[in-house]
Nanobody, 122 residues
Framework: QVQLVESGGGLVQAGGSLRLSCAAS???????MGWFRQVPGKEREFVAG??????????AYYADSVKGRFNIYRDAKNTLYLEMKSLRPEDTAIYYC??????????????WGQGTQVTVSS
């Protein structure tokens, strides 16, 4: 059974940084993972995803709106991270960790974390 537990959200001023974490269990490195975000009244949207190609090879994918500002990666303990820099008020959302993400089409898999709130003040 896949379990995803997020942490690291909070309140930050515009231009600041945050790092989100997602502790994953019940899955292997071959399972792609991603981050999505959602604001009230809008659909959940893809933020970033990472796939594993064997050895130390990972491939990262980003939404255009976060390219150059966000960095996604996984560590050897299968924890997924999202480093967010130069945050903007429009990055305010609930961020969700996802397992089984189809990163090339930005379609989520069926496993979700509980979500963590990120609020960026102007």
């Amino acid at each position: 059974q896949v379990q995803l537990v997020e942490s690291g959200g909070g309140l930050v001023q515009a231009g600041g940084s945050l790092r989100l974490s997602c502790a994953a269990s019940g899955l292997t490195f071959s399972t792609a993972m991603g981050w999505f975000r959602q604001v009230p009244g809008k659909e959940r949207e893809f933020v970033a995803g990472v796939t594993y190609s064997g050895g130390n090879t990972f491939s990262a994918y980003y939404a255009d709106s976060v390219k150059g500002r966000f960095n996604i990666y996984r560590d050897a303990k299968n924890t997924l991270y999202l480093e967010m820099k130069s945050l903007r008020p429009e990055d305010t959302a609930i961020y969700y960790c996802n397992a089984g993400t189809v990163v090339t089409t930005k379609v989520p898999g069926s496993s979700w974390g509980q979500g963590t709130q990120v609020t960026v003040s102007s």
